[in-house]
């Protein structure tokens, strides 16, 4: 048996937070079970090896720039929009019965994603809104599994990470 992936999608401050009702209806159209196989996927790639029964739980949030930018402000001191913010249950202490931990799957942390944002990015890089939410969610992924770019060298290798998590998924994103 294989990894498994429970995702649990939310809507954000979608339809109260400035975001064109067609943009919401086009981000919503992806399915959890669409989102599940995909981080499952991913997971299948990755091998984190964190959770003894293969078993993981995430959240992933597509919300609007301001409820991001409050995020940002609050969390990472920058009050300004962004495109993607990944909040790490692993980074945070707590204690783990091992009867716990080998019947429950692990849950990895949360995802938000602006949907303003990355429509402009789509926009700007030439592809489908879908594309570049994928693309934010394999990033955030990453960072939940502890990966980060401090600098140019580790940036470019979770880049080239992301771009092999995609095409597993049978999507291929071209350098611009």
């Known amino acids: 048996m294989g990894i498994q ?3 649990c999608v939310q809507e954000g401050e979608l339809h109260e937070g400035g975001v064109d009702s067609e943009l919401v209806q086009s981000a919503l159209k992806i399915s959890t079970e669409q989102w599940e196989t995909w981080f499952q996927q991913w997971l299948e790639i990755l091998q984190p090896d964190l959770s003894p029964i293969q078993a993981y739980e995430l ?3 597509l919300t609007s720039d301001r409820e991001i ?4 402000a609050q969390y990472r001191h920058q009050d300004n929009p962004t495109d993607v913010l990944a909040f790490a249950a692993l980074e945070a202490e707590y204690p783990h019965t091992d009867e716990l931990h080998s019947s429950l799957p692990l849950y990895l942390g949360d995802i938000v994603i602006s949907v303003n944002t990355a429509q402009n990015q789509a926009t700007a890089q030439g592809h489908p809104l879908v594309t570049e939410l994928m693309w934010l969610a394999s990033h955030g992924l990453l960072h939940l599994l502890g990966w980060d770019h401090p600098d140019d ?9 992301q771009k092999a998590l995609l095409n597993t998924v049978g999507l291929s994103i071209s350098d611009s």
């Open 5 to 7: 992936v429970e995702v």
């Open 69 to 72: 930018q409050a995020l940002n």
């Open 59 to 61: 959240s992933l949030r």
């Open 153 to 161: 060298e580790t940036l470019a290798q979770m880049l080239a990470q």
